[in-house]
Nanobody, 124 residues
Framework: QVHVVESGGGLVQAGGSLRLSCAASGRTFSRDSMAWFRQAPGKEREFVAFINWSGHSTQYAEFGKGRFSISRDNAKNTMYLEMNNLKPEDTAVYYC?????????????????WGQGTQVTVSS
């Protein structure tokens, strides 16, 4: 059975940093693209960042460019999201998505496996 588990969320002050991790088990995702999404209360789930299977191709939502960095370690079947200069508007549940398309996609429906999410709260 495939499991995708996020960790690393928490409460941080504006301007602070967090590093999220996404660990997969049950199968390897080393040949699949992965992504991060987030969902704030009352809002739809939105794309944050994408990484292809090798890690050599990444894409970011506009709000994350220059602040967020996505990476992966295929040997550990794990993906990361480094978030710097966090803002209160970054407050959301962050989700890991796995087995996406070869070319990047910002669409929720294009990813096969999802984690339960990790809460990120940024105080002002």
């Amino acid at each position: 059975q495939v499991h995708v588990v996020e960790s690393g969320g928490g409460l941080v002050q504006a301007g602070g940093s967090l590093r999220l991790s996404c660990a997969a088990s049950g199968r390897t995702f080393s040949r699949d693209s992965m992504a991060w999404f987030r969902q704030a209360p009352g809002k739809e789930r939105e794309f944050v960042a994408f990484i292809n299977w090798s890690g050599h191709s990444t894409q970011y939502a506009e709000f994350g460019k220059g602040r967020f960095s996505i990476s992966r370690d295929n040997a550990k079947n794990t993906m990361y999201l480094e978030m710097n200069n966090l803002k209160p508007e970054d407050t959301a549940v962050y989700y890991c998505a796995a087995q996406g398309p070869i070319n990047w996609s910002h669409l929720v429906g294009d990813y096969e496996f999802w984690g339960q999410g990790t809460q990120v709260t940024v105080s002002s």
